[in-house]
């Protein structure tokens, strides 16, 4: 699942808004889009339960337990301030370059202000998650159908200012190229 309300919305999107700090607030998906917590698009009778009731009669307001973690959640509500599916979808990049030990970095957008925000998500049978001072790594990791073969290395904020910030001459963007190879059984 996503917490997304009340996060840095640099920390989603690497977009700056100047002094101090803009949060991500409760209506992240407009309600008009009709699209659920839980990444669905909602039926006509699910949207008008939605609006008309603030407590949730029957199945609208029985709560759940997802294999996936171990947070219980309703069925199906709106602007909760949380996002979450029940897809096993990973990352093909590891966010931490091995050989240095540094995170890696998908966009710059000035000499001293790098992050990841481009990602490449595939799904797998199963995995266990981790988390670590709000780093995530995957353990355990068992790939169904999709294998992942080999992926393009990236850089880390040190080495990226090393060859002249981005965009540059070697990559005319402010996003670095992101590449990945699969093996469909």
């Known amino acids: 699942?996503?917490?997304?309300?009340?996060?840095?919305?640099?920390?989603?999107?690497?977009?700056?808004?100047?002094?101090?700090?803009?949060l991500l607030d409760m209506g992240l998906?407009?309600?008009?889009?009709?699209?659920?917590?839980?990444?669905?698009?909602?039926?006509?009778?699910?949207?008008?339960m939605l609006r008309e009731s603030p407590v949730l009669e029957g199945q609208f307001h029985t709560y759940h337990s997802s294999p996936y973690?171990?947070?219980?959640?309703?069925?199906?509500?709106q602007n909760s301030?949380?996002?979450?599916?029940?897809?096993?979808?990973?990352?093909?990049?590891?966010?931490?370059?091995?050989?240095?030990g540094e995170p890696e970095v998908t966009t710059q957008t000035n000499p001293?202000?790098?992050s990841v925000v481009d990602y490449v998500f595939y799904t797998v049978d199963g995995r266990e998650s981790k988390s670590r001072r709000?780093?995530?790594?995957?353990?355990?990791v068992q790939e169904g159908r999709i294998?992942?073969?080999?992926?393009?290395?990236l850089l880390s904020q040190g080495e990226i200012s090393?060859?002249?910030?981005?965009?540059?001459?070697?990559?005319?963007?402010?996003h670095m190229p992101l590449m990945v190879k699969f093996l469909l059984t």
């Open 29 to 48: 998906i407009p309600s008009n889009l009709t699209i659920s917590d839980q990444c669905h698009y909602l039926e006509e009778q699910h949207v008008k």
């Open 147 to 153: 294998k992942l073969l080999g992926r393009l290395g």
């Open 162 to 174: 090393s060859v002249g910030n981005l965009p540059n001459f070697q990559n005319p963007s402010d």
């Open 1 to 22: 699942y996503l917490r997304y309300h009340g996060l840095p919305i640099e920390g989603i999107s690497a977009q700056r808004y100047g002094k101090g700090r803009k």
């Open 81 to 100: 301030g949380f996002l979450w599916h029940k897809f096993h979808l990973i990352s093909a990049y590891k966010h931490f370059i091995e050989r240095t």
């Open 69 to 77: 973690h171990h947070f219980h959640f309703p069925q199906v509500s």
């Open 134 to 140: 709000g780093n995530f790594s995957n353990r355990n």
């Open 112 to 114: 001293f202000d790098s």
